[in-house]
């Protein structure tokens, strides 16, 4: 994974994870969906992350006896676009089924996300003796989206009528499509904010962050 920074880091910092980059780069993953109407891999690559910067913080509690933070934030619209390859089979009302594939761009938007963060810093000392945190573990204790949609721009390599006919099956089973992909969405969010939530601790001294801990429990 890669990382912009934004030029106004550290001194736009008014809550202790104001997250300020983005957007985020992920080199590569895979999301697989395996139903019984649907049999497919999506593989993902320059996938672009925006939209952490609009985040609310809903609550928040920092520990400092074993340096734990645990926060809950609510993200109203994250916007994921970059290229997709997708190949597998579909099966319709019908009784036929089709292959599916493609290769082109795409565009996934997640709606309401409710998220909250535990994150476990160690203390260490850089700079001429300074004290900084360095995450030590970050998990999602419950990641929650109200709504999704997705877009691929080149899927069945144009031809609009096999595109439709399966973005209109899969129309109709949103829960399970999401449900089946829920764990790999998840593992990416994890990742991801792991890497929001370092790039940030690491560059705050740790009485900055304690100061802004304080003000924001």
Not at 50 to 60: D, E, K, P, Q, R
Not at 117 to 129: A, E, L, Q, W
């Amino acid at each position: 994974m890669r990382r912009n920074r934004s030029k106004d880091f550290v001194s736009g910092i008014n809550h202790p994870i104001n997250f300020t980059i983005e957007p985020m780069i992920v080199d590569s993953w895979v999301l697989n969906v395996n139903l019984n109407f649907v049999n497919g891999t999506e593989y993902l690559r320059n996938s672009a992350f925006s939209g952490f910067s609009n985040c609310t913080i809903m609550s928040a509690s920092y520990n400092p006896q074993n340096y734990t933070l645990v926060y809950t934030s609510y993200y109203p619209h994250i916007l994921e676009t970059g290229f997709s390859y997708n190949w597998g089979t579909i099966s319709f009302e019908d009784g036929s089924t089709d292959a599916i594939y493609g290769r082109g761009g795409y565009d996934r938007h997640l709606y309401g996300s409710n998220i909250t963060h535990r994150i476990t810093f160690v203390p260490v000392h850089r700079d001429h003796g300074v004290e900084y945190l360095q995450v030590q573990r970050y998990e999602l204790d419950s990641y929650g989206v109200r709504d999704t949609s997705v877009h691929w721009q080149n899927l069945y390599d144009g031809d609009t009528i096999r595109a439709n006919r399966a973005f209109n099956r899969l129309a109709q089973n949103p829960m399970e499509i999401g449900a089946a992909v829920e764990g790999t969405l998840r593992e990416g969010m994890t990742n991801m904010f792991r890497l929001y939530t370092e790039q940030l601790i690491s560059s705050v001294p740790l009485r900055q962050l304690r100061r802004h801990f304080v003000n924001h429990s």
